[in-house]
């Protein structure tokens, strides 16, 4: 499978109901993983969106979340780049260039859902996320 890039909403604790919005605009399937189903014990935070992907019938891909806990929202920058597939040597090509004179925010390593992830802002303060899918997981 090639790489893909997409856009990455970010919410702060409305990304379901974005995301069942945009759904109503361009059709689609949407699949939403809490952060609850994800191992977050905290109640208060469960039922918030961890990772939500619509797929079109038109062939877009949408990506959105609620900002994690502990992380700051800012209104207006609430858009980051999604770098994601399974050819790992190819996204790991990425990550690298686009850390170099940037800020890593989370390093890309090993996640609980079984994919390598990381997260860095660019040397020209755009946001991006680099997801590699792990075996028998689809990106």
Do not use: C
Not at 17 to 27: P, T
Request: glycine share 12%; net charge negative; no cysteine.
């Amino acid at each position: 499978m090639a790489s893909k890039l997409n856009p990455y909403l970010s919410f702060k604790d409305t990304a379901r109901d974005a995301m069942e919005f945009y759904q109503s605009v361009f059709g689609g399937e949407l699949f939403v993983s809490t952060f609850g189903e994800m191992g977050d014990p905290d109640a208060a935070e469960a039922g918030l969106v961890m990772h939500s992907s619509l797929q079109t019938p038109s062939g877009y891909t949408l990506f959105a979340s609620d900002t994690p806990p502990g992380m700051e929202f800012t209104p207006g920058s609430q858009i980051t780049v999604s770098l994601s597939g399974d050819d790992g040597d190819e996204l790991r090509g990425y990550w690298e260039r686009l850390s170099a004179d940037g800020a890593v925010r989370m390093p890309l390593e090993r996640q609980v859902w079984g994919d390598e992830f990381g997260m860095v802002t660019d040397r020209f303060g755009i946001e991006w996320m680099v997801n590699i899918a792990g075996e028998g997981t689809p990106s």
